[in-house]
């Protein structure tokens, strides 16, 4: 703080003295021990009038002297401050010299660096009048330095002060003690300093005006005093009267009125800036603090929405929506959506460097609007597909999210999404000749949808669901095969010789099976050919793991309820009963010692017959050993339980024969047809088809596939005259000494493991008449509850109680059978009602 | 070439044994299962009288519990007892 002794009688120096108060006040930074020592100096200093340098004393200062001491304002404003420069010019204007002498004079004997005043003040005298809030603070900081100069020179000019000894110790940085003493004299105002000043601040707010240039230190200087005497009167006058408005809003109102108001200033301002932001945009790099300042400008003058947010919103509006119509033209999706990206990061940028926050929302919205919104479906349709075939996660991510920001853009992708889930579905599903791999294909496509949910959507659960009935709705495009093919493919897993996966890997396949299993409608499919594969599975021995089977059927369990299983379950219960029958029975053989006939082991599994797939019983005639062997089984059996027989199944039977051929013993594994045809060659050389037949006793179809195997496969066991694939009347068949193999153990009952054709078609014939039987049964059900319904009610009720898809037209023929059958009669008056028959 | 059958895996099914093929009360298959099960098997045995008729055991003893005062058999009127 400057010493009060100052101030009083020097408006200049007190106004010096303030503004270096001020400035200290507010750069603190700089000259530290000095303010310290000047506030020391203040509140020791005895004339009344030097208290009131206190910022609270106001009042009692302006009563003492004409012009008290001023309290400059911390927050000096540009355009404030362009006055005090003016002033302050103006005041010296006409001795610049002198003061300039005066100036070095004082640094002299203060023994300030006039250089580095000079430099500080050239530095900061770069800047224009209309100068930006960065100026005002080099002023500032330079103003400590000149101000301390002037006051001192006023102070020495004005005034004999004791003061001035002990200012003369107060260099910036130095931290001496210092010796305050008083006036001696009272400062004496000269006679007519009002109107002198007064003069002298008029003829610098011309000067000002007229855009004198003048050297800058002397601005700063008179700019300083201008502010004290403004600002003052600011405080302390305008305060009292609360109509008029302070210094800074009535310059704010000036500078509105007189300049910005004027449509051409105005109108230029904002092309430029609009201007400016538009070669920004355009990939330019603009000077972006300039906008800023400027942009702050326009909010503090209050005409930043009116004359400025709109055209630039408009602007915005218009280069964006022509930008989005061309690049959408021009570029790819993923580079497109990419560049929306930017763009939105870019305005957000600008937002945060130089437009006003309450652009934000607008501004955002609008780039959202033209870049994205218009386009959401274009955007879609053009490059959705791609995305999701080529599998581009982030480009995936990256769409959805600027999907989210723009209304009513996840509705579009989701759509886009179900459509793209079905059709692709759909291929997969329609095309018979994609049977193959239709599995395989469709739980990858489930893995990569699943995939893509989780990523790239954020498991949004609308579009879960929305691919779950697509899903639904393009597997059961197709009936029935989808079931078939699914459990065939779980037989092939199941199987043993899988050696492809690992116990956890099976069950995982498993479970994304049972997932695709979920959404096809006609289970009982499923059901028939995998009991099928399963009873071959097991009767063969060719399952892969008891524990997986057991798994399997669990889940199954699980997603149809138990009825569905528990013939699965029978199945796997006979297996159980048959062994320990067999363990009992080979006990009770060595316990009686009875020579079985030939040494066959024999074991025998025990079918219920309602769990197992039907099988047609054959009679074969076989050789006396097994028929031998078969009666003492038999006995045994019915001995455990009466009241029962026992029928045999040959098409299952299966035998391990040990042969002899030129090349070494082999083992063969066999089918009990191929044994019997095998063992006939025991006793001759060369059979004829007719010969074997008779012989054997094998039904006509099944013999030739059992020659077939043999003589016509991989495994040559016979050799067929005439050579060929396939076993016409009148063939001929030797067996083959010559035959080779490089394992000891053969199989050559694979025929037995192959579905054929008719296999398959005779299951889903089946199927398809239990689901007749079942739709007679729904229909007679619903219409002996109801004795009498409409057409209409009977169809939807028939559909809600069956478990499976039925066409319309199988069940208009299904109603005419029962109404045949006289279960059921339409009514006379109303052809479309129908009455129940007791 | 000389074959020889070294072990023997046979599969039957096994029937009941009775002179009818449905069951005197339900009129269902004797070797299918009552109205009451759901699965043929052992779970639904049959049952044989001294008379030798044969039924489900879940119908005889159904009938058997309707009748009050003596237990005939139902298809002849004779006497009912089970054929130990």
Not at chain 1, 92 to 120: C, N, W, Y
Not at chain 1, 738 to 763: C, G, P, W, Y
Not at chain 1, 815 to 833: A, C, F, H, V
Request: net charge neutral; with cysteine; proline share 3%.
């Amino acid at each position: 703080m400057f010493p009060t002794g100052f101030s009083s009688p020097n408006p200049s120096a007190a106004a010096a003295a303030q503004e270096v108060r001020s400035a200290t006040d507010g750069n603190t930074s700089t000259t530290p021990p000095t303010s310290a020592k000047k506030r020391k100096l203040n509140s020791s200093s005895s004339s009344g009038s030097n208290s009131s340098n206190e910022r609270e004393d106001f009042d009692s200062t302006s009563s003492s002297s004409s012009t008290p001491p001023l309290q400059p304002r911390d927050s000096a404003s540009p355009s404030t401050s362009s006055f005090c420069l003016g002033v302050s010019v103006a005041t010296s204007s006409h001795v610049p010299i002198q003061k300039k002498l005066r100036f070095e004079d004082t640094l002299e004997f203060v023994g300030f660096d006039a250089k580095m005043a000079e430099e500080s003040s050239s530095s900061s005298s770069s800047s224009s009048p209309t100068a930006a809030t960065s100026q005002q603070q080099q002023l500032k900081n330079k103003s400590i330095l000149i101000s301390s100069v002037a006051s001192v020179h006023h102070a020495n000019g004005l005034a004999k002060s004791t003061t001035v000894s002990s200012f003369a110790n107060s260099k910036p940085g130095s931290a001496k003690k210092l010796v305050i003493k008083n006036f001696k004299d009272k400062p004496k105002l000269p006679e007519n300093y009002t109107d002198e000043t007064w003069q002298k601040l008029k003829e610098a707010v011309e000067a000002i005006q007229n855009s004198t240039s003048i050297k800058y230190n002397l601005e700063e200087l008179y700019q300083i005093m201008i502010r004290s005497i403004f600002l003052f009167l600011d405080r302390t006058y305008v305060l009292q009267n609360s109509m008029l408005p302070s210094i800074w809003d009535m310059g704010l109102e000036l500078f509105r009125a007189h300049i910005i108001s004027d449509q051409k200033v105005q109108n230029k301002t904002i092309d430029g800036i609009l201007l400016l932001i538009e070669r920004e945009r355009n990939g330019e790099a603009i000077d972006r603090s300039l906008l800023r300042s400027l942009l702050s400008m326009l909010s503090d003058l209050q005409i930043y929405q009116d004359s400025f947010e709109q055209r630039f919103l408009e602007e915005t509006n218009r280069l964006y929506a022509a930008e989005g119509q061309k690049l959408m033209q021009e570029r790819e999706v993923p580079e497109y959506l990419h560049h929306v990206n930017k763009r939105l990061e870019e305005e957000a940028d600008r937002l945060i460097t130089y437009l006003d926050q309450t652009t934000q929302k607008s501004l955002i919205a609008t780039v959202e609007k033209q870049l994205l919104g218009e386009h959401l479906t274009a955007i879609l349709q053009k490059g959705l597909n791609n995305l999701l075939d080529e599998n581009r996660i982030q480009d995936l991510s990256l769409l959805y999210q600027l999907f989210s920001r723009v209304r009513g853009g996840v509705q579009v992708l989701l759509q886009q999404w179900i459509e793209y889930i079905k059709a692709f579905g759909s291929t997969i599903v329609i095309n018979p000749e994609k049977d193959k791999t239709m599995v395989q294909e469709l739980l990858d496509f489930k893995d990569k949808v699943d995939h893509i949910i989780d990523i790239c959507f954020l498991k949004n659960e609308k579009f879960i669901n929305a691919m779950k009935e697509a899903f639904e709705t393009f597997i059961n495009k197709r009936p029935n095969k989808p079931a078939e093919l699914i459990a065939k493919y779980v037989d092939s897993k199941l199987r043993a010789g899988n050696k492809e996966a690992t116990d956890e890997e099976l069950e995982k396949m498993l479970d994304k099976i049972m997932i695709i299993f979920r959404f096809i409608y006609g289970k009982d499919v499923f059901e028939a050919f995998y009991k099928k594969d399963l009873a071959k599975r097991l009767l063969v021995g060719k399952s892969a793991s008891v524990d997986a089977e057991k798994s399997m059927l669990s889940k199954l369990k699980h997603e149809c309820g138990a009825a569905f299983t528990s013939k699965l379950e029978g199945m796997f219960k006979d297996m159980e009963l048959s062994k320990d029958i067999m363990i009992q029975f080979k006990q009770v053989k060595y316990m009686q010692n009875q020579n079985v006939p030939g040494n066959i082991e024999l074991t025998v599994n025990i079918l219920t017959m309602g769990y197992w797939p039907t099988y047609v019983p054959m009679e074969v005639h076989l050789p006396p050993e097994m028929v031998k062997l078969q009666e003492i089984f038999k006995t045994f059996y019915l001995g455990k339980h009466s009241g029962r027989k026992l029928q045999w199944q040959s098409t299952l039977g299966h035998c391990v024969l040990k042969a002899e051929f030129k090349e070494g013993k082999k083992e063969l594994q066999v089918s009990l047809f191929q044994t019997l045809v095998l063992l006939m060659f025991n006793e001759g050389e060369e059979f004829s088809l007719e010969e074997i037949k008779q012989a054997t006793g094998i039904e006509d179809g099944e013999l030739r596939r059992t020659l077939q195997s043999l003589a016509c496969g991989k495994a040559r066991v016979l050799a067929k005259n005439p050579k060929g694939k396939d076993i016409e009347d009148g063939d001929k068949f030797i067996c083959n000494d010559d035959f080779k193999h490089k394992l000891f153990r053969i199989k050559i009952n694979q025929i037995q493991m192959k579905e054929t054709v008719e296999e398959q078609a005779s299951t889903t014939e089946r199927v398809f008449q239990d689901r007749q039987y079942q739709i007679d049964a729904a229909i007679v059900r619903i219409m002996k509850m109801r004795k009498t319904l409409s057409h209409n009610l009977l169809v939807s009720e028939v559909y809600n109680q069956l478990k499976f898809p039925v066409k319309p037209a199988d069940l208009k023929k299904r109603i005419e059978s029962l109404i045949d059958r006289d279960y059921m009669e339409r009514d006379k008056e109303n052809p479309n009602q129908y009455n129940y028959i007791a | 070439m000389k074959v020889k059958i070294k072990c023997w895996n046979g599969m039957a099914t096994w029937l009941w044994v009775a002179n009818d093929k449905n069951c005197g009360i339900c009129r269902m298959a004797l070797n299918g299962c009552g109205p009451d099960c759901k699965m043929p098997g052992d779970n639904c045995l049959l049952v044989w009288g001294q008379c030798s008729h044969c039924f489900h055991m879940h119908c005889i003893l159904k009938w058997l519990n309707t009748q009050q005062v003596q237990q005939h058999c139902p298809m002849r009127r004779q006497e009912w007892k089970f054929k130990e």
